[in-house]
């Protein structure tokens, strides 16, 4: 069985996903200041608090 393009898609968006994720960790934030957990967040907001945190420079 081969994959789809839609399941190659995911599992890239996925594997973005993840490694902001671990950039974001680096950087010090763990959860969003409104409670929610970093793996909640969608693939935008993750890019737009990633850019945030990166021009503030804010690392711990």
């Given at each position: 069985?081969?994959?789809?393009?839609?399941?190659?898609?995911?599992?890239?968006?996925?594997?973005?996903k993840?490694?902001r994720?671990?950039?974001?960790?680096?950087?010090?934030?763990?959860?969003?200041?409104?409670?929610?957990?970093?793996?909640?967040?969608?693939?935008?907001?993750?890019?737009?608090e990633?850019?945030?945190?990166?021009?503030?420079?804010?690392?711990?």
């Amino acid at each position: 069985m081969t994959k789809t393009f839609k399941s190659y898609l995911r599992e890239a968006i996925e594997n973005v996903k993840d490694k902001r994720i671990e950039q974001l960790i680096q950087m010090g934030r763990v959860k969003m200041e409104d409670g929610r957990q970093l793996y909640e967040l969608t693939i935008s907001e993750l890019e737009h608090e990633y850019r945030c945190m990166k021009e503030k420079k804010v690392f711990f």
